[in-house]
């Protein structure tokens, strides 16, 4: 079988099996060690946060301190979907959930990884959880396994259009809780939360607006300068006539590496505390980003013939850099991920395949 057809094959073949970040992965993950014959495989198996059975996968052949290649198992849910499972091509485009964000990508990763010579260093990191918490390439980047490769560089296939990104945000995920007494509000003997709850909020309008327009928290190397500060309002769906019990609010604030965001975490925090309002975070690794003249930029930049730049979104780069320096370069384009319309160009991904094969020849065993 040629490239384009295994590479076609394999993408479908994964798009049609359930790999959601709510299910387990593990029917994905052994379809995929089907297809890596001749490779030493680690299995990093783990819970997730509700006790569901995840896999991510370690693969490698030949000498250590290579290049990896690296892609996501799971998807979003299947929100307006009605056959997310069903892959079909039409006028060369695969269409399902997942086509490009990410299995198939992922399939250009292990066609290209295979058909290799056995004395090229060829490293798979085959994470899962990455549109969730991430777990599986933290559960990754702290394994055996992949410690004892001494991979030299990491590439994270997510769809770039195989332009190089040298660099992305992470984020750090907040939620404050208020809480109340549930009664029927007309009786005066119910508290609602979201009294105490609205003079939080009034101060996190504030630190929106600080990172907007304050040019101490912008990053020329990003469109758009500013930080994301998106904030969401849950009362768990309490009627009107019932004085609410928990209010809760989620912050994603997506952080520059190059800027000192000290203030604003302790703002943040301050807020809380003043407010009385319980306050957790979730923190991603600190943004991956590398610099300009990074030789594993620079190989990027020499291979695509194209510039190097950065993107607004987050990867498993975050995790994954603790490993070895991360560059994020894919087949096909994010603009339909996320949506039910979700699909990728065949010859999209096939382009991938000989890019990916000169990248990890080109990085001799260390
Ligand atoms: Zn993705």
Known sequence: MNDADAVLRLAADLVAIDSRSSVSNLPLAERIEAELTGFDIARVDYADANGVAKRALVAHRGPKGGLALS???D???DTGWTDPWSPRVVDGVLHGLGSVDMKGPVAACIVAARGLPESVPATLLITTDEETSKQGARAIAASDAARALGLRGIVVAEPTGLLPVRGHRSHIEY???ATGVQAHSSTGQGTNANWALIPFLAEMKAVFERLRH????????????????NLVIDNHGTAVNVTVAKATVRIKFRRS?????????AAVKDAAARTGVT?????????????????LVALAVRETGQA???APYGTDASELQDLAPCIVMGPGTIATAH????????ADLVAAVPLFRRMLAATPAG
Not at 214 to 229: M, T, V
Not at 257 to 265: G, S, T
Not at 339 to 346: D, I, K, L, S
């Open 75 to 77: 998807t979003v849910p």
């Open 257 to 265: 590496r190059n800027v000192d965001y000290a203030p604003i975490e």
């Open 308 to 310: 190097a730049r950065t």
């Open 71 to 73: 892609g996501h198992m």
């Open 175 to 177: 939620t404050a809780v």
């Open 279 to 295: 306050l957790t975070e979730k923190r991603e690794g600190t943004p991956p980003e590398l610099p300009a003249d990074h030789p």
């Open 214 to 229: 304050d040019p101490a928290y912008h990053d020329a190397g990003y469109d758009p300068p500013f930080s994301d500060f």
């Open 339 to 346: 949506t039910p319309h979700e699909c990728v160009a065949v």
